[in-house]
């Protein structure tokens, strides 16, 4: 098994956890050899930004499928989204306060929304789209003789600070005697007991209860759930996926696509409607509202994911754009296809007595 480290680290503080009741200090004296290397921290290089490639190089290598943090992918997506800023900074829940009144110049007025608008932006960058992370279900030792002994689980963390949180090693010594790696909740647990990550609780918040969340969604604060659930869980976690997936399912079933519009979270249901090939009550969305050029580049989006459907190979042929684009996939894949034209068919009417008018 491999090591943890190559270095040879003496008197590596631990922390010994029994329930919540005991701690104390363990030493060691000796290189811990027991131990896989755990994946790296998120960040340039890390196992976020590779899982999605390395799982497209495995597949087919003569059709590469891009990924949701490609630089084209991430443009059509921030596209989409929309820069609203009445909505991006729409008042939030605080403490009153007399309001501010400031005289400004056209020039002064210019560089203020020039700032409003560049501060939007970073406040709409979007959160990754991550693989599941697999379970840890490695066993270390069974010492047979312990068993009985303990009626808890003992916790030993690394506690380390020069450590990155997805390196540090958690092992759980069960009351039967089995020594094991600590499985993904235990070590979040663990982390935020002695790391603490402002806005993240120990124990998961009972917001995320099915009851509470179907409240939620009734009262339209999508958002906010999912701004809970960035704060709360790791982006590759089951619960973290969970959640995202079933909030855009309820905004696909009950067709309030535009709650997550100009926000952080609109890029990651377009691209999880477009990886389920399930666009079509976007897309009616888009052209309802005039967003045709959003519509243009979902299916756009769409061709680039599945390459290999009907819908990419009859648009390549005809080198079809814009409206002529939509029109291939109604035709073609669109599971609401007379639907998505009559739409067109609106558009276009209402665009020519647009043009006849002025």
Known sequence: MATLRSRVLLWRPLICSRGVEQFSFCARTQPITLLQRLPQPCGAGSPYRRVASEAAASGNSEIKKPTFMDEEVQSILIKMTGLNLQKIFKPAVQELKPPTCKLMTQTQLEEATTQAVEAAKVQLKMPPVLEERAPINDVLAEDKILEGSETAKYVFTDISYNI?????????????????????????????????????????????????????????????????????????????IKVHHQIYEDIDKHGKYDILRSTRHFGGMAWYFVHEKKIDGLLIDQIQRYLVDDATSLVQLYHMVHPEGLSAQEAKEQAAEGLNLITVFAKTEAQMGAYVELMLQAYQGAFISHSAAS
């Open 164 to 240: 990155a949180h997805r390196e540090r090693f958690i092992v759980v010594r069960e009351p039967s005697g089995t020594l094991r790696k600590a499985s993904w909740e235990e070590r979040d647990r663990m982390i935020q007991v002695y790391f603490p990550k402002e806005g993240r609780r120990i124990l998961t918040p009972i917001i995320f209860k099915e009851e509470n969340l179907k409240t939620m969604y009734s009262q339209d604060r999508h958002a906010d759930v999912l701004n809970l659930c960035i704060a709360q869980f790791e982006p590759d976690s089951t619960e973290y």
